[in-house]
C-alpha cells in the first residue's frame, strides 16, 4: 500500500557513503529530510546534491538531517562524491544511501513504472521527530527540485506543529500566519497576545507567533 500523509515512515538499514544508516535511529528525536535520485554521475543530481550540501548549516539549523538515496552501489558513490565537489565546489557532508538492491527505493514507493521502471523518480520526504511523514513531493527525474522551497516548507511545518496556526500563499519565515478555524474568537484572544486582523470570521491574520 502507497505511503500516505501521517504515516510511521518505514525504517529500514541500508548501507551509505557515512556506513550503514539505520533510519528511525539516524533520525533520532529530531526533523528527516530523505530524498532520492535517479542514477550516479547524472547531471541534475550533481548540481541537487552541490545544493543540499552547501545548505546542511541551514537543515541543521532546523534540527533537521538530510539523507539522499541513489539505486546504484557504494563505489559509484564515492567516485560521484568527486565529481560533486569538483563541479560544484563543496564536498558532500551528508550520507547518500547506496540502494542497488532497491530495498528502500520500494520501501517508499520511488520507482514509478510508468516514468522508468529502474530507476527512481525525484521523491522526497520530510518526516517529524514522531516519525511521520508530513510531506511528500515527487518531481520527474528531469527536473532539479528547489531546495529553498524545502527550507520553506520545513519552516512552515515546524511552526504549525507547534502554533495553532496555518500558513498562507507564499508564507515566508517572519510573515504573518493565519489561526486555525477550530479556535474561537475567545480562544485566539488568550494564545494570541500579539492580536489578530480579522478579515472574515473564518480568516484571521496574526504574527508569526514564535518570534
Same mark, same amino acid.
Request: aromatic residues 8%.
Given at each position: ?5 501521517g ?21 533520532? =528525536?529530531?526533523?528527516?529530510? !530523505?530524498f ?5 554521475? &547524472?547531471?541534475?543530481?550533481?548540481? +541537487? #546534491?552541490?545544493? *543540499? ?53 520500494t ?8 516514468a ?13 521527530? =514522531?516519525?511521520?511523514?508530513? !510531506? ?5 527525474a528531469? &527536473?532539479g527540485?528547489?531546495?529553498? +522551497? #524545502?527550507?520553506? *516548507? ?58
Open positions: 500500500m502507497a505511503i500516505q500523509l504515516d510511521i515512515a518505514p525504517d529500514f538499514t541500508q548501507d551509505s557513503t557515512e556506513g550503514s544508516i539505520s533510519f528511525h535511529e539516524f533520525l533520532g =528525536d529530531g526533523w528527516g529530510v !530523505l532520492s535520485h535517479p542514477k550516479d554521475f &547524472t547531471p541534475v543530481c550533481t548540481t +541537487e #546534491l552541490g545544493a *543540499v550540501a552547501r545548505l546542511k548549516g541551514e537543515f541543521a539549523k532546523r534540527n533537521c538531517k538530510v539523507i539522499g538515496l541513489s539505486v546504484d552501489p557504494l563505489d559509484d558513490h564515492k567516485a560521484w562524491a568527486g565529481d560533486i565537489e569538483e563541479t560544484q565546489g563543496v564536498a558532500l557532508n551528508f550520507p547518500l544511501l547506496a540502494d542497488s538492491d532497491r530495498s528502500v527505493a520501501l517508499y514507493g520511488m520507482i514509478h513504472p510508468n522508468d521502471d529502474t530507476l527512481t523518480v525525484r521523491s522526497v520526504f520530510v518526516i517529524g521527530p =514522531d516519525k511521520r511523514i508530513k !510531506l511528500m513531493l515527487t518531481y520527474p528531469s &527536473t527540485r528547489d531546495f529553498d +522551497e #524545502l527550507l520553506r *516548507v520545513l519552516d512552515s511545518l515546524q511552526l504549525t506543529a507547534n502554533h495553532k496556526v496555518a500558513t498562507p500563499v507564499n508564507w515566508r519565515h517572519g510573515d504573518d500566519c493565519i489561526i486555525v478555524p477550530a479556535l474561537s474568537d475567545a480562544e485566539a484572544d488568550e494564545l494570541f497576545p500579539k492580536g489578530y486582523r480579522k478579515v472574515k470570521p473564518y480568516l484571521r491574520v496574526t504574527p508569526q507567533p514564535n518570534l
